[in-house]
């Protein structure tokens, strides 16, 4: 599996919690916490493609219609 393909294997993981973390977590104040605690590992594991990572986990966070920080 190559590094990118790995990487997209967590992203779907954690894009399949974001649902349950917006409803569980209604105050941003509360659901940033609780998603950097999914978010963080993967962008420390992402190397040379942490830009990419962020890049994605930021288009998905704005699909799913986090709060602002």
Known sequence: ???RAHLQKA????EGHLPRL?????????FW???AGEADSLLEEAGQEH????DKLE???????APAP
């Open 11 to 14: 992203l779907n993981l954690i």
């Open 59 to 65: 288009s998905m966070l704005t699909f799913h219609g």
């Open 22 to 30: 917006l409803d569980e977590y209604p105050d941003p104040a509360d």
């Open 51 to 54: 830009e990419w990572v962020a």
């Open 33 to 35: 916490p609780a998603f």
């Open 1 to 3: 599996m190559t590094p």
